[in-house]
């Protein structure tokens, strides 16, 4: 079985807790910053299907017509390429291991990747049951990598009618600024509410705020409320008495709800310390243009969000100082004007420090995705020749990219024949190369993840390769092997070439 690795790479551009656990809520989840709550697997440790087969006690009934939240996704297989039984015989409480390990420290390739593969229609997992574990575990992982929109988009698909999925659909509606449809589904189902905060919210966002008041003072004296919730909500609901008054303290650990309360009584909070799902608030017009900045650069870096809308930003208008944020805006016009006259000796002149600038932010890729193509058709040389073949190395247009320059050292050459998948008699340069040309030869999947494919759980090989290339961007280069022969293995052909090349040219942080 083959996938095609154009639609994966197609499908990722549209976006993007264990059995005996009880499901991360997505305010504790938001607020711990995706800290991992249960042992993630050792990678390389293969999957194994639970002892026994399936308990007959454990089985469930889901009547005809209903479809579990597990299968629910926003990307086809005609999109994706992806196989509908791509979960094979792994159990959710292991997927969801698996999804958490698989977040961190990812270069662009696998994190396009990974988001395919949690924004897929694929069969639900053998032991799926209506705690919809998988599902869960999907949401959190596209919230804590920045993507709330297509977590709020999946959860209205499946349906927030239960307490999990609605408490982290009610957070996505607060950090977009879309919560009062979320509200009236509170308001019109109780049992749903997260807290009392929740529901007191949602009173006086649907305008009943003498029933607002009446339950706060209600939580008050349950002890249902914390102190950072009762202040905010007070101020809320009664803001002419506390006009004048001096802020309140800023809270370390803001769920979504306090976040959105503090902005409602006119005190907003910084959002760049905050967990990435807090950035989206920050893309809103309310905020100021120096932080829809700031938030879209940190959303763009993880896949979140498209560069054309970064792109957007900066331009936008003139930066209205020097310094930080505004020498790279300043650079990006820089660079946007001489590229758009078509002079080669401005373009010439602007490249090398909006290359710098876009680096030092982590900013390359997104910086490729953007004018690569164009710069092909641009005749520059020395310094500015040199970035625009890496430029288009790291854009969709990485094989013609490689055929426009001629190779001038034996790094080049390698990248060259990398970008066309075959090294072939190409001497490796340094040890990054030498672990990608392992990976490379390689005729099948990696002993590590050998038995899952062999037994079809694809997906779960698929999950522990995408963690493998984070601990190989932080130095562990075998296991870069193994995930790049584990990519080639299952058809994942361009997923392992933009890895590849990623590692090559990507310096930390670029």
Known sequence: MRISAASLFT?????????????????????????????APAL?????????????????VTPLGETSADAVGLLPSAITGLPRDLWGSTSSAELAKLIRAAQTGLLPAPAQLLFTVLLAELDPPADSDPSNQLFLARIDALTALGAVDQARALIERAGADDPESFRRYFDASLLTGTEDTACSQLIASPDLAPSFAARIFCLARTGDWQAATVTLQTARVLGETTGAEDAALTR??????????????????????????????????????????????????????????????????????????LLGLYTERLPAASGGVWDRVAAVQRFDLALASGDPGAVADTLPPVWQAMGNAGLRPIFAALYADKLQGVAVSGDAGDIA??????????????????????????????????LAGVPAPDGIAAA???????????????????????????????????????????????ALALFRAVGLEDAARRTALQMMILEPGA
Do not use: C, M
């Open 236 to 309: 809320f609901l009664d803001p002419e008495t506390f006009d004048g008054a001096p802020p309140l303290p800023a809270p370390a650990r803001p769920d979504a709800l306090l976040f959105r309360l503090h902005e409602a009584i006119g005190e907003p909070l910084p959002t760049g310390s905050l967990p990435l799902a807090f950035a989206q608030a920050d893309l809103r017009p309310v905020r100021g243009w120096k932080a829809q900045i700031e938030a879209a650069e940190r959303l763009a870096r993880s896949g979140a969000i498209d560069g054309n809308r």
């Open 436 to 482: 990608i040309a392992e990976g490379f030869q390689s005729t099948g999947a990696p002993g590590r993840l050998t038995r899952l494919v062999d037994r079809g759980d694809l997906g779960a090989a698929i999950l522990q390769a995408i963690a493998l290339t984070g601990d190989a961007a932080q130095g562990d280069l075998p296991k870069l092997s193994d």
């Open 11 to 39: 499908a990722a551009l549209l976006g993007p807790a264990a059995a005996q656990e009880a499901p991360l809520s997505a305010i504790d989840w938001l607020s711990d910053g995706v800290a991992a709550q249960a042992a």
């Open 44 to 60: 390389g440790a293969p999957v194994e299907p639970a002892a026994g087969g399936v308990k007959l006690e454990e089985i469930t």
């Open 389 to 422: 073949f890496e430029a288009g190395l790291l854009s969709n247009g990485y094989e013609t990219a490689a055929t426009a320059r001629a190779p001038e050292s034996g790094r080049d050459r390698f990248l060259k024949a990398l970008a066309r998948g075959d």
